[in-house]
């Protein structure tokens, strides 16, 4: 049986996106197969990694990458993150179910944090909303 395929797109494809990607392969990997990439990749964010890793997730081989670099990949679903990936995001085949799930930006919320912890606060926390939607596969992609 072939997998769905679902690419999470975000502007950096640094944080949401990469976790998104992560979660999808490690919960419903047997029905999905998922990538993520960014409209401006600027590589993974540590914090994510540490989030994730917190949770048993290893996105530490994960890269950063534009949507270009994933080739000749079709998509069943392409979900967006953030509103700059949803106004930016490029053409796609008309068979391509477009998706945006707007998440909180966890590197935004934590340029105000006081300390590492109120920083990683807003990551944990967006990091279980993540999990939390990837976990209502498929019948979140129908909403």
Not at 75 to 92: G, I, M, Q, R
Request: hydrophobic share 40%; charged share 25%.
């Amino acid at each position: 049986m072939k997998k769905t395929s679902i690419l999470f797109l975000c502007t950096g494809n640094s944080c949401r996106s990469q976790m998104a990607e992560a979660w999808t392969n490690r919960l419903k990997g047997d029905l999905f197969a998922a990538y993520s990439a960014g409209v401006k990749p600027k590589g993974v964010d540590p914090r994510a990694v540490r989030a994730m890793g917190e949770a048993g997730v290893d996105i530490l081989t994960q890269s950063s990458k534009e949507i270009g670099a994933l080739g000749d990949l079709e998509f069943d679903y392409v979900v967006t993150l953030c509103d700059n990936a949803k106004e930016s995001c490029p053409f796609f085949p008309a068979n391509v179910r477009l998706m945006h799930r707007g998440i909180d930006d966890p590197p935004g919320l934590a340029l105000n944090a006081e300390n590492e912890e109120g920083a990683m606060m807003h990551y944990r926390r967006v990091r279980d909303e993540i999990r939390a939607f990837v976990e209502q596969f498929p019948d979140a992609l129908e909403d």
